[in-house]
């Protein structure tokens, strides 16, 4: 509507200003006023008598202004808009529609914020709708204006920043969106300012420093965004964000526990900046609180029995187990019987190789052993063929398959 009402405004004000200069050029007295009715009667022999009437310019936007766009193409014709103004006008505003349309209903992977690895699936739907929409965006503007409308206006060219999309952020104008863009360049380049600053001094970063360029620019944020705008872009693309989905990569966690990790990690954080950095025995110790309040932040949000497979996520056989059963299609919750099997044939390798009392070939025999019984737990649990074809896989990651 801001687009429509732009170019029709143009339209108008070029229209009263043609009126202006022709009225200027023609008439020495003082002009007669657009508002008032004038009529001219022509007498001259052998012309015929013509009433001239020039009517009132008074026009309304109402008038103009509506949502069936057959209609509003009617209004404009009415008051002889050019039709190459006419197609600027409804490309721009249809376009604009549609883009509304994409940005608020169509679910893309970056809304997911919750999620370490894009979901594919989500991805493609993406994709397909867009297209979808494109497709219906270009029937319309084929109906109103003919199959000529492309390539007679540039405004199917105008970008908009499909960075903020979804529900809570897709509403935003791109005013708002320009002074983010605006925002985020000017906090980046402070950063980096400083902190080039302080190297070239030969100086450490002060955290307080950091933490206080990080409160101004909340409070920037603040003036551009609502509050639960805020915080959807911060989940999105903030340090803390952005370090949680690394280190919850392979562990599922839903929205709400993402949320709810995010608002205590970032109090954390706030007083980490302000904490100790250094390598000293205080600061080394200050640290490793830090840690322990982050860890238990997690076991909070998540419950004991979700924290626990979490932990499990961090050892590198609980990966392999998880990657071995994405790329093969076995199901999820075949992982942790697969990781327990694999995480007791690696405690067992370990016992046998500490056991100093064992010679080279009883530790060779007592782990064949050990390795034949993992092997025969892994087949009752995956069944033969799923069995045969994970142990083809997984052979260099079965501990002492080697």
């Known amino acids: 509507m801001r687009t429509r009402a732009a170019l029709l405004l143009s339209f108008l004000l070029n229209l009263a200003l043609g009126y202006v200069l022709f009225n200027s050029a023609h008439h020495t007295s003082k002009p007669t006023p657009l508002s008032e009715v004038v009529v001219q009667r022509i007498e001259a022999p052998g012309i015929i008598?013509?009433?001239?009437?020039?009517?009132?310019?008074?026009?309304?936007?109402?008038?103009?202004?509506?949502?069936?766009?057959?209609?509003?193409?009617?209004?404009?014709?009415?008051?002889?808009?050019?039709?190459?103004?006419?197609?600027?006008?409804?490309?721009?505003?249809?376009?604009?529609?549609?883009?509304?349309?994409?940005?608020?209903?169509?679910?893309?992977?970056?809304?997911?914020?919750?999620?370490?690895?894009?979901?594919?699936?989500?991805?493609?739907?993406?994709?397909?709708?867009?297209?979808?929409?494109?497709?219906?965006?270009?029937?319309?503007?084929?109906?109103?204006?003919?199959?000529?409308?492309?390539?007679?206006?540039?405004?199917?060219?105008?970008?908009?920043?499909?960075?903020?999309?979804?529900?809570?952020?897709?509403?935003?104008?791109a005013e708002s969106k320009e002074a983010l863009r605006v925002l985020e360049m000017r906090n980046s380049q402070q950063r980096l300012d400083y902190i080039s600053a302080r190297q070239s001094d030969g100086e450490p970063v002060d955290p307080g420093e950091l933490k206080r360029l990080q409160d101004e620019s909340r409070a920037e944020l603040a003036k551009i965004l609502s509050p639960a705008q805020v915080e959807e872009y911060l989940l999105r693309y903030s340090d803390v964000a952005q370090n949680m989905r690394r280190e919850l990569l392979g562990f599922e966690v839903s929205p709400e526990e993402f949320r709810k990790i995010f608002r205590g990690r970032e109090e954390l954080d706030q007083q980490s900046r302000l904490g100790l950095t250094g390598t000293d025995v205080v600061s080394v110790q200050h640290q490793q609180d830090m840690a322990k309040q982050r860890e238990a932040g997690l076991e909070e949000a998540l419950g004991s029995d979700r924290f626990r497979l979490y932990q499990y996520t961090q050892d590198p056989l609980f990966r392999d187990a998880q990657s071995s059963a994405q790329e093969m299609g076995i199901a999820a919750d075949m992982v942790l019987p697969i990781f327990e099997i694999n995480r007791a044939a690696e405690l067992e390798r370990q016992r046998i190789q500490g056991n100093v009392g064992l010679s080279s070939e009883d530790q060779a025999a007592a782990w064949a052993s050990a390795a034949e019984k993992r092997d025969e737990s892994l087949r009752q649990v995956l069944g033969s063929n799923t069995y045969k074809a994970y142990r083809q896989r997984s052979v260099p990651s079965i501990p002492g398959s080697n």
């Open 49 to 173: 008598k013509t009433n001239l009437v020039v009517r009132r310019l008074n026009f309304t936007w109402s008038q103009i202004e509506t949502n069936d766009y057959r209609a509003y193409i009617q209004n404009l014709r009415a008051i002889a808009c050019p039709e190459s103004t006419i197609r600027d006008i409804i490309v721009a505003d249809v376009t604009s529609l549609y883009e509304r349309k994409r940005l608020t209903e169509i679910v893309t992977p970056e809304q997911q914020w919750w999620r370490s690895n894009p979901d594919g699936a989500v991805a493609q739907a993406a994709m397909q709708q867009a297209h979808s929409l494109e497709l219906e965006k270009r029937a319309l503007l084929d109906e109103l204006l003919g199959s000529h409308w492309q390539g007679s206006s540039n405004w199917e060219a105008v970008a908009f920043n499909t960075r903020f999309d979804g529900p809570i952020l897709g509403e935003l104008s």
